[in-house]
């Protein structure tokens, strides 16, 4: 992580090797040709002129001392307000490279169910999706909700294109979404649910690699991006009917710097599941879910929960310090 600055994104530099994502140039021989236009590169061109796009410039390099490289990060659902057409086709571009990202699909939003969200207005889900001149490079999912008095962001799916993978593009998304959340709304903590290795079986993990990133490797991302994890159990309902639960989630924080310290109970965690998933009790079987984590967040309520490092245990799992070590072997 950088040194703290005055706000725990002022210090923030985002890199990426020094290669310009805007050139399009191919090589033949010892002659450079003419670039050669992507098929989709108006449709990302016209983005840019959209309410709900806004243009993201960041500098190369670990000291910020390379050439600058532009991406634009789009609101779907600012967008699906004022260009539906244009929302759904950005989606259809999009859906493919959030796929690829959450392989499995008990752990994803169906397309349709993307869909109905960003167009509800009771609801504030949202999904940056972030784009250069060729393609789609990333994007994130999150929403808004105030909880005892305290205005939190919750985000889920963050998913990076294979292509930009190993560039430092995750970092950019994650913290370039979590800003803007930070400065419309206020935010003073940003909760998010991520895989936790040591829940997963050994089916669970082969199917979670096909991303193209392990379990282990996904920790050590959020560990790096000052996320810490509520010693509680989690578990994530059925987004749709003929899904199932799963059970081998964590909640995590990040915290953003609020009025307070942030103190979190029993009773808090279960609101926050609340604000992420009771939009989906019309289209999804939750209800039984809901339950289930009533039941185990019982002992837990009302008193406040430990924030910890994501390479240790929660208290209600069985230790293994011996499979621990191993998966957190360099």
């Known amino acids: 992580m950088p040194p703290a600055a005055d706000t725990p994104f002022h210090a923030m530099s ?60 789009t609101s779907l659902r600012v967008l699906m307000a004022d260009s539906p057409v244009k929302a ?58 105030k909880i005892d008095g305290e205005t939190y962001s919750l985000g889920d799916y963050l998913c990076i294109d294979n292509r930009m993978k190993g560039l430092g593009i995750g970092p950019l998304v994650y913290r370039t979404t979590i800003e803007h959340r930070r400065d419309q709304f206020g935010i003073s903590a940003h909760f998010g649910e991520i895989n936790d290795p040591r829940l997963m079986d050994l089916a669970q993990q082969t199917i979670d690699k096909k991303s193209g990133t392990d379990p282990d490797a996904r920790l050590k991302f959020w560990s790096k991006q000052g996320r810490r994890m509520l010693d509680v159990p989690w578990v994530q309902p059925a987004t749709a009917e003929g ?21 979190i109970t029993g009773e808090t965690v279960m609101k926050i599941w609340d604000a992420y998933y009771l939009p989906l009790r019309h289209i999804a079987p939750i209800l039984e879910t809901r339950e289930e984590m009533s039941r185990l967040l ?31 072997a360099e």
């Open 243 to 263: 899904l199932s639960p799963v059970d081998y989630t964590m909640l995590t924080v990040h915290e953003i710097g609020g009025s307070k310290p942030l103190m």
């Open 298 to 328: 019982e002992p837990y309520r009302g008193r406040p929960i430990a924030l910890k490092n994501l390479t240790e245990s929660r208290s209600f799992m069985a230790r293994n310090d011996d499979n621990s070590d191993s998966c957190w």
């Open 88 to 145: 759904f086709e950005l989606l259809e571009r999009y859906y493919p490279v959030y796929c690829a990202s959450f392989p499995d699909p008990d752990e994803r939003f169906p397309f349709d169910t993307i869909v109905r969200l960003v167009r509800d207005s009771r609801f504030s889900i949202d999904v940056d999706v972030f784009t250069d001149q060729r393609g789609i490079i990333g994007g994130y999912q999150t929403h808004v909700a």
């Open 14 to 73: 985002f890199f990426t090797p020094a290669y310009d994502f805007r050139q399009q140039e191919v090589r033949v021989g010892r002659d450079w040709e003419r670039p050669v236009p992507c098929p989709d590169a108006r449709f990302f061109q016209s983005l840019e002129g959209e309410r709900a796009t806004h243009r993201i410039e960041r500098p190369c390099g670990i000291k910020g001392e390379g050439p600058a490289i532009f991406f634009n990060s």
